[in-house]
C-alpha cells in the first residue's frame, strides 16, 4: 500500500477524532471515540486514482453505517487533506456470488458502479471472498440443529376458513422453497392461531423431501441473543456467514426487532443475502409488516416482497377438530358435551385451553375422580380466578398501553418523547412495586433497557408525583387499574 496514501488517511482519521461532537461528560465522550476507533480500525485506503478514493469496509454495513453517521465529517477531513472534488468508493469485502472474482465498489449513495482501474494491488491479506467459518473445505453444507419439533407437521394441521389461505401457500412453498413468488412468507395473528405451527410444517416437509437442505427455525429473541453475543466477540461475520449457508429460515415473533437498529442492521444483510440466492425466508409475528413500530422502512418493504397472509383466531368448528385432534393424539376421548363446551370456551386461543384439559385430566388422575363436564367447568373457573390475581410486567405494560392508548412496540421503543417516555417509566415504576422483579428483569422485558434506567425511572415517578398534579393522578389511576 502507498505509504503516502496510508499518511494522508491517518490525518484524515485523527481530524475526525477531533471533531467528534463534544459529548456532556468525560465518560459519554470516551465511548464516542471508543466506538469510533473500532468502527475505523477496519476501515483501510485501498488506492487514490484521479481524485477517486476507495475504502475498503468489511461488509455493506459498515458502509451503510459510516455514511449515516460520519459523512459529513469524513467529507470535510477529506476536503481538508485532498482538497475539493474528491469522490469516495467503497470496496466492499463480503462473500459474493460465485464467480464474481472482483470486489463491489459503490458510490456514496449506494448505488453500483463498474470499479475503476486501480494502480495498485490489493492489500496483502485481503481477497474479495472471505472463507466462510462455518463450511468445512471440501464439504458445502455442515450439519445443523433444525429447532423444529415432529409434532408440528402439516398431518397434524387442522385447517378451517382462519387459515386455509396461509396453509395452501404453506404446502405450495414446502414443495419448492425459495421458487415461488411467496418469498418471504409473512404469517401474521393473534397469539396462539398456529403461525408456528404452520412455519415449522414448512421445515419439517422441506427436510423431507429435500434432506440436503439447511433448515433453521427459531425465536426472534434468540436471533437477538446470537447476535449481541457476536458482537461483543467481534464476530459479526461469522454470525452473517453463518445465517447465509441457510436454505430455509424461519423466525418466530419477527415483531421483536422493533427498536434493536444492530439487529436490524444485521437482519436486512443476512435477508437480502439469502432472497438474492434463492433461499426462502418464512417470519412469523402478531402483527402485520406496517403495523410493527421502529422497523427500519428499508426491512418492512422487504417484507412486502413475498406474501403476507393473515391467520385469524379459528371458528367453533375448527376449535372442536384441534381440541379433538389434539386429545386424541394423547389417547384422550371426551364426550361431546364436554368437547362443545371447551370449543365454546377457546374463543381465541386454543393452546391455553389444551393446558386446562391436561390440567383437569392431571386432576381427575390424582383424586381419582371420573372427568364431568361439572369437574370442567370447575377448573377453568378456578384457573380463570387465579390468573386474575396475577400480576406481572407484562400485564402491567398492558394496562399502561390500555390507558394512555398506546402499542406495546412504543412502549418498548426507544424513543424519548414525552408521551412515550412518561408512560415507560410508569410501567417500569408499577413493575418494581407490583411484582418481585428485579431492575435487571424490569430492563429486560421493558424492551432491553439498563438496570440503571429502571433505577432512574423508579426515581423519578417517586419524586415527580409528589409535586406534579398529573403525574400523580396517572399514578393513582393506574394503581386502581392494575390492582383491579
Known amino acids: ?65 459510516i455514511e449515516d453517521n460520519y459523512l459529513s465529517l469524513l467529507s470535510a477531513a477529506l ?22 472474482e472482483k470486489p463491489v465498489t459503490m458510490n456514496m449513495k449506494g448505488k453500483s458502479v463498474p470499479t475503476p482501474k486501480m494502480q495498485e494491488t490489493m492489500p496483502q491479506g485481503f481477497s474479495a471472498n472471505i472463507v466462510n467459518p462455518f463450511v468445512v473445505p471440501g464439504i458445502r453444507k455442515v450439519n445443523i440443529d433444525s429447532n423444529l419439533k415432529s409434532d408440528y407437521s402439516f398431518d397434524n394441521y387442522i385447517e378451517g376458513e382462519s387459515n386455509k389461505f396461509a396453509a395452501t401457500v ?4 414446502a414443495k419448492r422453497p425459495g421458487a415461488t413468488a411467496f418469498n418471504p412468507l409473512f404469517l401474521h395473528g393473534g397469539y396462539g392461531v398456529g403461525k ?27 436471533f437477538i441473543q446470537q447476535f449481541i453475543s457476536a458482537a461483543k466477540a467481534h464476530k459479526q461475520t461469522e454470525f452473517a456467514n453463518f445465517y447465509q449457508m441457510v436454505d430455509v429460515l424461519i423466525i418466530d415473533d419477527i415483531q421483536f426487532l422493533s427498536g434493536k437498529s444492530a ?11 439469502l432472497h438474492q440466492n434463492g433461499k426462502q ?50 389417547g384422550i376421548v371426551l364426550p361431546g358435551d364436554m368437547l362443545d363446551f371447551l370449543a365454546a370456551e377457546a374463543k381465541t386461543n386454543v393452546r391455553e385451553l389444551i393446558g386446562v384439559i391436561n390440567s383437569v385430566i392431571a386432576y381427575s388422575t390424582v383424586y381419582k375422580t371420573d372427568l364431568s363436564l361439572e369437574l370442567l367447568k370447575d377448573t377453568i373457573n378456578k384457573i380463570a380466578a387465579n390468573q386474575k390475581k396475577v400480576i406481572n410486567i407484562p400485564y402491567i405494560q398492558e394496562v399502561v398501553c390500555d390507558y394512555f392508548g398506546i402499542k406495546k412496540e412504543q412502549l ?9 417516555a412518561l408512560p415507560r417509566q410508569l410501567a417500569m415504576y408499577f413493575s418494581k ?8 428483569k424490569i430492563g429486560e422485558e421493558m424492551g432491553g433497557k439498563d438496570h440503571s434506567t429502571v433505577m432512574y425511572a423508579c426515581d423519578t415517578i417517586k419524586d415527580v408525583s409528589k409535586i406534579d398534579k398529573e403525574v400523580k393522578k396517572y399514578v393513582k389511576d393506574l394503581a386502581e387499574k392494575i390492582k383491579k
Open 263 to 273: 439487529t436490524q442492521d444485521s437482519f436486512f444483510h443476512i435477508f437480502d443475502h
Open 170 to 173: 404453506a404446502r405450495s412453498i
Open 433 to 440: 412495586e407490583l411484582t418481585n422483579a428485579t431492575f435487571s
Open 79 to 100: 476536503k481538508k487533506n485532498l482538497g475539493k472534488g474528491v469522490k469516495l468508493w467503497y470496496s466492499v469485502m463480503e462473500n459474493r456470488p460465485t464467480g464474481e
Open 281 to 330: 425466508i418464512i417470519l412469523t409475528s402478531d402483527k402485520a409488516p406496517a403495523d410493527i413500530m421502529d422497523i427500519q422502512e428499508r426491512i418492512v418493504s422487504r417484507f412486502k416482497w413475498g406474501l403476507s397472509a393473515e391467520i385469524k383466531s379459528p371458528d367453533l368448528s375448527t376449535r372442536r377438530q384441534i381440541i379433538v385432534d389434539k386429545l386424541s393424539r394423547d
Open 412 to 420: 418498548l421503543s426507544k424513543t424519548r418523547k414525552r408521551e412515550i
Open 1 to 65: 500500500m502507498d505509504e503516502n496514501l496510508m499518511m494522508i488517511w491517518q490525518k484524515c482519521l485523527q481530524f475526525m477524532r477531533d471533531n467528534l461532537n463534544a459529548a456532556e461528560d468525560n465518560s459519554d465522550l470516551k465511548k464516542l471515540e471508543k466506538s469510533f476507533d473500532m468502527l475505523f480500525d477496519k476501515v483501510q485506503p485501498l488506492s487514490l486514482v484521479a481524485n477517486n478514493l476507495t475504502l475498503i469496509v468489511p461488509s455493506d454495513f459498515y458502509k451503510e453505517y
Open 196 to 222: 408456528t405451527h404452520l412455519g415449522q410444517a414448512v421445515g419439517l416437509e422441506v427436510k423431507s423431501q429435500f434432506p440436503d437442505k439447511v433448515v433453521l427455525y427459531l425465536s426472534s429473541e434468540k
